[in-house]
C-alpha cells in the first residue's frame, strides 16, 4: 500500500517506516501536523498512520480534516493516550482504529492488514487477493498475473509496478510518482526506467490483446484502464 505517516518521534517513526518497508509498502513520512494534512490532501493514499500529539496541528483536527474534504482512506491513529475519552475523541473524529502507546510492531502490523482488508482497492474480489482490469487479474498472495486465460510472468519490479497501477485503475500517474511508489531506491528523475518497464509489461499484457489497458497520457504519465 502506498501510506501516509505523520509522527514526530524520530526514533519511533524510524523503526515504523522499516517494518512497513519490509512488507513491501511505501512510506510518504512527515513529522509535522501541518505539513501532514497538506500532504493527506494533495496525494492519493491506501491509509493514513496518524499521531495524535504534533507540531502545529493535532492528529484529531487533522483527521476532522480529512474526513469533512470528503475523504475516506483508512485512518489509524497512534498515540501515548490511553484514556476512554481521547480513544472515543479519536474515534468520533473520524479515525477507523486506534492504537495505544507503546505497542508491539508485530500488533501495528496486523492493524495496517485489517484495515487494508477494508479498504480493498476498485477491482478486488471478495477477499482482496486479487485486483482485476478488464481481463486482467492480478493475485496479490500468489503474484500471479494472468489475461484470457494466459499466465504471465512478472519479475519483482513489473509486479510493484502493475499493482501500483491496478490498485487505482484510471488514475494517472506521473513518471515521479511511479519512481516514488514502485522503486524503494533513489533514481534520479531524468532516468528512463519507468518507460523501459511500461514497456516491458506492455509486452507481456497487451502485445497478444485487442484492448490496450496500459495507456499514455501525452505530457503526464501512464495510466492503465479498461475501455
Same mark, same amino acid.
Given at each position: 500500500m502506498h501510506i501516509l505517516f505523520v509522527e514526530d518521534e524520530v526514533r519511533l517513526a524510524s523503526a515504523i517506516r522499516r517494518v512497513l518497508k519490509e512488507e513491501n509498502h511505501v512510506v510518504d513520512w512527515f513529522a509535522d501536523g501541518e505539513d501532514g494534512l497538506m500532504q493527506a490532501t494533495s496525494e492519493q493514499y491506501d491509509l493514513i498512520l496518524l499521531d495524535v500529539m504534533l507540531p502545529s496541528m493535532d492528529g484529531y483536527a487533522i483527521t476532522r480534516e480529512v474526513r469533512a474534504r470528503g475523504d475516506d482512506t483508512p485512518i489509524l491513529m497512534l498515540t501515548a493516550r490511553d484514556a476512554i475519552a481521547d480513544r472515543v475523541k479519536g474515534l468520533d473524529s473520524g479515525a477507523d482504529d486506534y492504537l495505544v502507546k507503546p505497542f508491539a510492531l508485530e500488533e501495528l502490523l496486523a492493524r495496517v492488514r485489517a484495515l487494508s482488508?477494508? /479498504?480493498? %482497492? %476498485?477491482?478486488? !474480489?471478495?477477499? =482482496?487477493? +486479487?485486483? $482485476?482490469? =478488464? *481481463?486482467?487479474? &492480478?493475485?496479490?498472495?500468489?503474484?500471479?498475473? #494472468?489475461?484470457?486465460?494466459?499466465?504471465?510472468?512478472? +519479475?519483482? @519490479? #513489473?509486479?510493484? &509496478? &502493475? #499493482?501500483?497501477?491496478? @490498485?487505482? %485503475?484510471?488514475?494517472?500517474? +506521473?513518471?515521479?510518482? &511511479?519512481? *516514488? $511508489?514502485?522503486?524503494?531506491?533513489?533514481?534520479?528523475?531524468?532516468?528512463?526506467?519507468?518507460?523501459?518497464?511500461?514497456?516491458?509489461? $506492455? /509486452?507481456?499484457? !497487451? $502485445? #497478444?490483446?485487442?484492448?490496450?489497458?496500459?495507456?499514455?497520457? @501525452? =505530457?503526464? =504519465?501512464?495510466?492503465?484502464?479498461?475501455?
Open positions: 482488508r477494508r /479498504n480493498r %482497492p %476498485p477491482g478486488a !474480489d471478495g477477499d =482482496g487477493n +486479487t485486483l $482485476r482490469v =478488464g *481481463d486482467l487479474q &492480478l493475485n496479490l498472495r500468489t503474484r500471479e498475473a #494472468e489475461r484470457d486465460s494466459r499466465k504471465i510472468d512478472l +519479475t519483482a @519490479r #513489473e509486479f510493484a &509496478l &502493475l #499493482e501500483l497501477m491496478m @490498485r487505482h %485503475p484510471g488514475q494517472v500517474f +506521473t513518471r515521479s510518482q &511511479l519512481l *516514488d $511508489r514502485a522503486w524503494s531506491y533513489e533514481i534520479t528523475a531524468e532516468s528512463n526506467v519507468v518507460d523501459i518497464y511500461i514497456h516491458y509489461l $506492455r /509486452n507481456k499484457i !497487451d $502485445r #497478444e490483446a485487442d484492448e490496450k489497458l496500459i495507456k499514455t497520457v @501525452r =505530457g503526464v =504519465g501512464y495510466a492503465i484502464r479498461s475501455g
